[in-house]
């Protein structure tokens, strides 16, 4: 039975792939759930649209309990109304989208628009891993590869609702290996999704989805996908430690997809963080232990409704009965 002093909000994850919708308690619990896929070439987009409304409408209507509104968190860098995506390497047709109005339009509640990458970082620090972190960061990865920060209880917002687009950053310039928006060695490009596939193309000689060699590697049951696993860790480690340098996390929580390998991409994250930079977080540490810790690398907590309910956050502190 339902707590009757809860109340709810509806959550709605635009990511490359699929897109996941929720009823969301304010004790941060996905009590109704839908994924659908994203018509992130335009194929039919109005049916798309539609459809996000039909289960936003139906969501809506089936509450428990009183809705305070509707959260979006939508992949790429948000405009400057915060109404949708400026830029969107992975969805390009998305960025011709309103999604306040949209959403407004068919239902009389307030509307939070968010940059997925602040909304995973919401779920995990006031539901999750980041639970009490002063300087808490979430690292997404799965298609796309990007971070957000929260500072003090608040989201860092310096570009079009993020952190800034730590995807783009350089891990190797020497290699060959493109992101979305064709920068070569970048972090997307090599931690991504994509590379995943490239690489399982490589070594076993055929295609096997990102999903198939992430479930490979954390089932242990496989070699060859528990090695990919372990080379896209080192990269994630790497990019860790180019951020460490910049945030100064007390914690950093990998969300999206690829974290769900688990215990062999962890591992090989934090191998390669001390390799690179542990010294450097020891010296920071002793420095001044008062206000640097040493740093934690965890797998999130909210797993596949970390978007959904970080995209609700701000919904429940805006609602003073609930939060």
């Known amino acids: 039975m339902e707590d009757s002093s809860l109340c709810y909000a509806i959550g709605i994850d635009i990511g490359g792939t699929t897109t996941k919708l929720g009823l969301v308690n304010s004790a941060g619990a996905v009590v109704k759930f839908h994924q659908i896929p994203t018509d992130s070439q335009g194929v039919c987009l109005s049916e798309f649209l539609d459809r996000i409304v039909e289960i936003a409408r139906s969501l809506y209507r089936n509450s428990p309990g009183r809705v305070v509104g509707v959260g979006l968190s939508i992949l790429g860098p948000l405009n400057t109304e915060r109404t949708g995506p400026f830029l969107s390497a992975n969805a390009p047709i998305l960025t011709q989208v309103n999604f306040r109005e949209l959403i407004v339009s068919t239902l009389d509640c307030p509307v939070v628009v968010n940059n997925d990458l602040t909304a995973h970082a919401l779920a995990e620090y006031y539901f999750g891993n980041g639970r009490g972190v002063r300087r808490f960061m979430s690292l997404a990865l799965g298609t796309g590869v990007g971070t957000g920060v929260i500072i003090d209880g608040q989201p860092l917002r310096l570009w079009g609702g993020t952190a800034g687009d ?76 180019s951020l460490y340098a910049i945030f100064f996390p007390d914690k950093v929580v990998l969300t999206g ?33 008062d206000q640097f810790e040493i740093l934690k690398i965890e797998i999130g907590k909210m797993k596949e409704s970390t978007g959904v309910v970080g995209s609700v956050v701000e919904l429940f502190q805006e609602d003073k009965r609930s939060f």
């Open 166 to 241: 730590c995807g783009r950053m350089i891990l190797d310039p020497y290699s060959e290996v493109r992101c979305g928006c064709g920068v070569a060695g970048s972090a997307e490009a090599l931690c991504g999704t994509a590379n995943i596939e490239r690489l399982a193309r490589e070594r076993y000689g055929y295609f096997l989805s990102a999903h198939d060699i992430i479930s490979k590697a954390r089932d242990r049951s496989d070699d060859i996908a528990v090695g990919i696993v372990r080379e896209i860790g080192k990269y994630v480690g790497q990019l860790i430690a």
């Open 257 to 289: 997809g690829t974290a769900t390998a688990g215990s062999e991409l962890l591992q090989a994250c934090c191998t390669r963080f001390d390799e690179l930079s542990g010294a450097f977080m020891q010296q920071v540490h002793q420095t001044a232990p």
